[in-house]
């Protein structure tokens, strides 16, 4: 089946809200078969997730409140692109930002589209070793505790219902796919 078969065009949208780090618009669109529906949609920048390796085999983790879901999450670093910004320098900015230090050697994991139903959101995957300590730099409203992981942990933890954030579980597969090579 070809694939512009499903394709839908969007005939208006409207703004129903503008902020800092999303928008959210009203689209009226035209399906394949000619029928109109409503899509809402949730714009996002795009954003990265960084698994930073240790000497040791342990990966850095950043454990935060995420105000959506009520809860603590444990992930591996990630931050937002600022516009026009291209992942890899997001990664490398992040990656300090969050942990202090630098990585290098840098593997492109590929990408994942968290929320495709509403949500225009990609992040970019990346995988480095550890450099060198700059120290943290963390926004002014970002409040984490940083902490380390074998991926043989990191996979019992995820089996175990204990990591649901998207990002971790899709890297950490990923990582473990690319070890075994």
Same mark, same amino acid.
């Given at each position: 089946?070809?694939?512009? %078969?499903? *394709?839908?065009? @969007?005939?208006?949208? %409207?703004?129903?809200?503008?902020? /800092? ?15 109109? !529906?409503?899509? %809402?949609?949730?714009?996002? #920048? ?5 698994? &930073? *390796? ?9 454990? @935060? ?5 009520? $809860?603590?999450?444990? %992930? ?5 692109? $600022? ?7 997001? /990664?490398?900015?992040?990656?300090? *930002? $969050? ?14 589209? #968290? ?5 225009? $959101?990609?992040? !970019?995957?990346?995988? /480095?070793?550890?450099? *060198?300590?700059?120290? @943290? ?16 942990? &990191?996979?019992?933890?995820?089996? /175990?219902?204990?990591? #649901? ?17």
């Amino acid at each position: 089946m070809d694939r512009r %078969e499903f *394709e839908e065009k @969007q005939l208006d949208s %409207e703004y129903l809200y503008k902020g /800092a780090v999303i928008n959210v618009r009203r689209d009226r669109a035209l399906l394949p078969d000619g029928q109109e !529906a409503m899509r %809402e949609v949730v714009e996002h #920048p795009g954003g990265v997730g960084i698994a &930073l *390796e240790d000497e040791d085999g342990t990966f850095f983790l950043v454990e @935060q409140w995420r105000y959506a879901q009520s $809860e603590v999450l444990l %992930e591996f670093p990630a931050g937002k692109k $600022e516009p026009g910004e291209d992942p890899l320098t997001t /990664a490398k900015r992040e990656i300090i *930002e $969050e942990t202090g230090w630098s990585g290098k050697d840098y593997e492109y994991l590929g990408e994942l589209v #968290p929320t495709g139903a509403y949500d225009s $959101e990609r992040i !970019a995957m990346y995988y /480095a070793k550890k450099d *060198e300590y700059h120290g @943290q730099h963390l926004d002014k409203d970002e409040h984490l505790n940083l902490t380390k992981m074998t991926l043989d942990e &990191l996979i019992a933890d995820i089996v /175990a219902g204990k990591i #649901p954030d998207a990002k971790t579980v899709a890297m950490v597969f990923l990582l473990k796919e690319r070890k075994k090579g």
